[in-house]
T-cell receptor, first 115, second 115 residues
Framework: AQSVAQPEDQVNVAEGNPLTVKCTYS??????LFWYVQYPNRGLQFLLK??????LVKGSYGFEAEFNKSQTSFHLKKPSALVSDSALYFC?????????????FGIGTKLQVIP | DTGVSQNPRHKITKRGQNVTFRCDPI?????LYWYRQTLGQGPEFLTY????????KSRLLSDRFSAERPKGSFSTLEIQRTEQGDSAMYLC?????????????FGEGSRLTVL
Protein backbone atom coordinates (compact mmCIF):
# COMPACT_ATOMS: atom_id res chain seq x y z
CA ALA A 1 0.00 0.00 0.00
CA GLN A 2 1.22 3.48 -0.77
CA SER A 3 2.11 5.80 2.08
CA VAL A 4 3.61 9.16 2.94
CA ALA A 5 5.70 10.07 5.97
CA GLN A 6 6.10 13.59 7.25
CA PRO A 7 8.59 13.15 10.09
CA GLU A 8 8.16 16.59 11.66
CA ASP A 9 4.95 17.59 13.42
CA GLN A 10 6.08 21.20 13.42
CA VAL A 11 8.77 23.28 11.76
CA ASN A 12 9.74 26.67 13.16
CA VAL A 13 11.68 29.12 11.02
CA ALA A 14 12.50 32.79 11.31
CA GLU A 15 11.03 35.14 8.73
CA GLY A 16 13.45 35.62 5.84
CA ASN A 17 15.23 32.33 6.44
CA PRO A 18 14.98 29.36 4.08
CA LEU A 19 12.52 26.65 5.02
CA THR A 20 12.29 22.94 4.35
CA VAL A 21 9.37 20.65 5.11
CA LYS A 22 10.28 16.99 4.74
CA CYS A 23 8.36 14.20 3.03
CA THR A 24 9.20 10.62 2.12
CA TYR A 25 6.94 8.24 0.26
CA SER A 26 6.34 4.61 -0.60
CA UNK A 27 4.44 3.55 -3.71
CA UNK A 28 4.40 0.80 -6.32
CA UNK A 29 5.53 1.99 -9.70
CA UNK A 30 6.37 5.56 -10.48
CA UNK A 31 5.18 8.14 -7.95
CA UNK A 32 3.04 11.15 -8.54
CA LEU A 33 3.77 13.57 -5.71
CA PHE A 34 1.89 16.59 -4.45
CA TRP A 35 2.06 19.30 -1.81
CA TYR A 36 -1.07 20.94 -0.43
CA VAL A 37 -1.41 23.72 2.13
CA GLN A 38 -4.22 24.28 4.62
CA TYR A 39 -4.69 27.68 6.19
CA PRO A 40 -6.90 27.96 9.32
CA ASN A 41 -10.60 27.60 8.48
CA ARG A 42 -9.78 27.17 4.81
CA GLY A 43 -9.86 24.20 2.47
CA LEU A 44 -6.71 22.47 1.27
CA GLN A 45 -5.04 24.27 -1.60
CA PHE A 46 -2.80 22.71 -4.21
CA LEU A 47 0.78 24.03 -4.18
CA LEU A 48 2.72 21.92 -6.66
CA LYS A 49 3.18 18.46 -8.12
CA UNK A 50 5.81 16.18 -9.59
CA UNK A 51 4.71 13.86 -12.36
CA UNK A 52 7.79 13.38 -14.52
CA UNK A 53 10.73 15.33 -15.87
CA UNK A 54 12.82 17.87 -13.96
CA UNK A 55 13.35 16.82 -10.36
CA LEU A 56 12.91 20.41 -9.14
CA VAL A 57 9.36 21.62 -9.48
CA LYS A 58 8.14 25.11 -8.79
CA GLY A 59 4.74 25.99 -7.46
CA SER A 60 2.56 28.67 -5.98
CA TYR A 61 3.70 31.39 -3.54
CA GLY A 62 7.42 30.85 -4.29
CA PHE A 63 7.48 27.25 -3.08
CA GLU A 64 9.45 24.52 -4.78
CA ALA A 65 10.06 20.85 -4.14
CA GLU A 66 12.79 18.44 -5.07
CA PHE A 67 12.07 14.88 -6.10
CA ASN A 68 14.78 12.42 -5.09
CA LYS A 69 14.08 8.92 -6.34
CA SER A 70 16.97 7.22 -4.56
CA GLN A 71 15.90 8.67 -1.21
CA THR A 72 12.17 8.41 -2.02
CA SER A 73 11.81 11.99 -0.85
CA PHE A 74 9.91 15.06 -1.99
CA HIS A 75 10.89 17.88 0.35
CA LEU A 76 9.16 21.25 0.14
CA LYS A 77 11.37 24.32 0.14
CA LYS A 78 11.26 28.08 0.00
CA PRO A 79 14.29 30.37 -0.10
CA SER A 80 12.85 33.05 2.17
CA ALA A 81 9.96 32.37 4.57
CA LEU A 82 7.12 34.82 5.15
CA VAL A 83 4.93 35.04 8.24
CA SER A 84 1.97 34.44 5.92
CA ASP A 85 3.43 31.02 5.03
CA SER A 86 2.44 29.79 8.50
CA ALA A 87 -0.01 26.96 7.85
CA LEU A 88 -0.40 23.19 7.77
CA TYR A 89 1.37 21.47 4.87
CA PHE A 90 0.43 18.06 3.51
CA CYS A 91 2.49 15.86 1.24
CA UNK A 92 0.55 13.39 -0.90
CA UNK A 93 1.25 10.55 -3.32
CA UNK A 94 -0.50 8.54 -5.99
CA UNK A 95 0.99 6.19 -8.53
CA UNK A 96 0.94 4.80 -12.04
CA UNK A 97 0.32 1.15 -11.24
CA UNK A 98 -2.73 1.07 -13.42
CA UNK A 99 -6.27 2.26 -13.05
CA UNK A 100 -7.29 4.78 -10.47
CA UNK A 101 -4.74 5.29 -7.73
CA UNK A 102 -6.18 7.25 -4.85
CA UNK A 103 -4.21 10.17 -3.47
CA UNK A 104 -2.80 9.28 -0.06
CA PHE A 105 -1.95 12.15 2.27
CA GLY A 106 0.57 12.43 5.08
CA ILE A 107 -0.45 13.62 8.54
CA GLY A 108 0.74 17.14 7.88
CA THR A 109 3.49 19.42 9.17
CA LYS A 110 2.68 22.68 10.89
CA LEU A 111 4.92 25.48 9.67
CA GLN A 112 5.39 28.39 12.04
CA VAL A 113 7.24 31.41 10.66
CA ILE A 114 8.44 33.64 13.44
CA PRO A 115 8.59 37.40 12.80
CA ASP B 1 -17.23 32.09 -6.48
CA THR B 2 -16.73 29.03 -8.66
CA GLY B 3 -14.89 26.84 -6.15
CA VAL B 4 -16.06 23.64 -4.49
CA SER B 5 -18.96 24.33 -2.14
CA GLN B 6 -19.94 22.18 0.82
CA ASN B 7 -23.02 22.37 3.02
CA PRO B 8 -23.63 22.50 5.86
CA ARG B 9 -20.31 23.75 7.16
CA HIS B 10 -20.99 22.41 10.62
CA LYS B 11 -23.46 19.81 11.84
CA ILE B 12 -24.03 18.81 15.44
CA THR B 13 -26.16 15.73 15.95
CA LYS B 14 -27.01 13.14 18.55
CA ARG B 15 -25.76 9.61 18.31
CA GLY B 16 -28.06 7.46 16.22
CA GLN B 17 -29.35 10.25 14.00
CA ASN B 18 -28.81 10.41 10.23
CA VAL B 19 -26.92 13.27 8.59
CA THR B 20 -26.42 14.27 4.98
CA PHE B 21 -23.71 16.49 3.51
CA ARG B 22 -23.81 18.06 0.09
CA CYS B 23 -20.95 18.94 -2.22
CA ASP B 24 -21.15 21.10 -5.33
CA PRO B 25 -17.97 20.65 -7.35
CA ILE B 26 -16.46 23.03 -9.86
CA UNK B 27 -18.91 22.82 -12.71
CA UNK B 28 -16.72 21.39 -15.44
CA UNK B 29 -14.98 18.84 -13.20
CA UNK B 30 -15.95 15.26 -13.94
CA UNK B 31 -14.30 13.66 -10.90
CA LEU B 32 -15.47 14.08 -7.33
CA TYR B 33 -13.92 12.72 -4.15
CA TRP B 34 -14.90 12.47 -0.50
CA TYR B 35 -12.23 12.46 2.18
CA ARG B 36 -12.44 12.43 5.96
CA GLN B 37 -10.04 14.31 8.21
CA THR B 38 -9.74 13.94 11.95
CA LEU B 39 -7.68 16.13 14.26
CA GLY B 40 -3.97 15.61 13.79
CA GLN B 41 -4.40 13.44 10.74
CA GLY B 42 -4.25 13.96 7.03
CA PRO B 43 -7.28 13.51 4.80
CA GLU B 44 -8.31 9.84 4.38
CA PHE B 45 -9.89 8.73 1.12
CA LEU B 46 -13.52 7.60 1.34
CA THR B 47 -14.89 7.38 -2.17
CA TYR B 48 -14.55 8.61 -5.75
CA UNK B 49 -16.94 9.35 -8.60
CA UNK B 50 -16.27 9.80 -12.25
CA UNK B 51 -19.33 11.58 -13.56
CA UNK B 52 -22.24 9.72 -11.89
CA UNK B 53 -20.43 6.42 -11.43
CA UNK B 54 -18.99 5.57 -8.03
CA UNK B 55 -15.77 3.81 -9.01
CA UNK B 56 -13.95 3.33 -5.75
CA LYS B 57 -14.89 2.96 -2.10
CA SER B 58 -12.55 2.76 0.85
CA ARG B 59 -12.93 0.09 3.52
CA LEU B 60 -13.39 3.07 5.85
CA LEU B 61 -16.80 3.52 4.26
CA SER B 62 -18.96 1.21 6.34
CA ASP B 63 -22.47 0.21 5.33
CA ARG B 64 -23.78 3.17 7.34
CA PHE B 65 -22.21 5.49 4.79
CA SER B 66 -23.62 6.07 1.33
CA ALA B 67 -22.63 8.52 -1.33
CA GLU B 68 -24.38 9.48 -4.51
CA ARG B 69 -23.73 11.76 -7.42
CA PRO B 70 -26.93 11.83 -9.48
CA LYS B 71 -26.52 13.29 -12.96
CA GLY B 72 -22.80 13.69 -12.39
CA SER B 73 -23.14 17.09 -10.78
CA PHE B 74 -23.50 17.60 -7.02
CA SER B 75 -22.88 14.77 -4.58
CA THR B 76 -24.32 13.79 -1.23
CA LEU B 77 -22.74 11.82 1.58
CA GLU B 78 -25.19 10.31 4.04
CA ILE B 79 -24.25 8.79 7.36
CA GLN B 80 -26.92 6.68 9.01
CA ARG B 81 -27.12 5.88 12.73
CA THR B 82 -24.22 8.18 13.53
CA GLU B 83 -21.65 7.17 16.12
CA GLN B 84 -19.27 9.36 18.10
CA GLY B 85 -16.40 7.96 16.06
CA ASP B 86 -17.94 9.57 12.97
CA SER B 87 -17.05 13.01 14.33
CA ALA B 88 -14.65 14.47 11.78
CA MET B 89 -14.28 16.98 8.98
CA TYR B 90 -15.74 15.62 5.73
CA LEU B 91 -13.94 17.04 2.72
CA CYS B 92 -15.09 17.09 -0.85
CA UNK B 93 -12.75 17.64 -3.77
CA UNK B 94 -13.11 17.72 -7.52
CA UNK B 95 -10.71 17.45 -10.42
CA UNK B 96 -10.56 17.56 -14.17
CA UNK B 97 -7.01 16.61 -15.05
CA UNK B 98 -5.60 13.27 -16.02
CA UNK B 99 -6.49 10.49 -13.64
CA UNK B 100 -3.93 10.14 -10.84
CA UNK B 101 -2.04 13.30 -11.83
CA UNK B 102 -4.59 16.07 -11.74
CA UNK B 103 -4.63 18.31 -8.71
CA UNK B 104 -7.59 18.18 -6.37
CA UNK B 105 -9.66 21.26 -5.62
CA PHE B 106 -11.05 21.03 -2.11
CA GLY B 107 -14.04 22.63 -0.47
CA GLU B 108 -13.83 24.05 3.03
CA GLY B 109 -15.32 20.92 4.53
CA SER B 110 -18.32 19.94 6.61
CA ARG B 111 -17.53 19.40 10.27
CA LEU B 112 -19.60 16.71 12.00
CA THR B 113 -19.89 16.56 15.76
CA VAL B 114 -21.75 13.56 17.17
CA LEU B 115 -22.80 13.95 20.79
Amino acid sequence: AQSVAQPEDQVNVAEGNPLTVKCTYSVSGNPYLFWYVQYPNRGLQFLLKYITGDNLVKGSYGFEAEFNKSQTSFHLKKPSALVSDSALYFCAVSGDSGGYQKVTFGIGTKLQVIP
Amino acid sequence: DTGVSQNPRHKITKRGQNVTFRCDPISEHNRLYWYRQTLGQGPEFLTYFQNEAQLEKSRLLSDRFSAERPKGSFSTLEIQRTEQGDSAMYLCASSLGEINTGELFFGEGSRLTVL
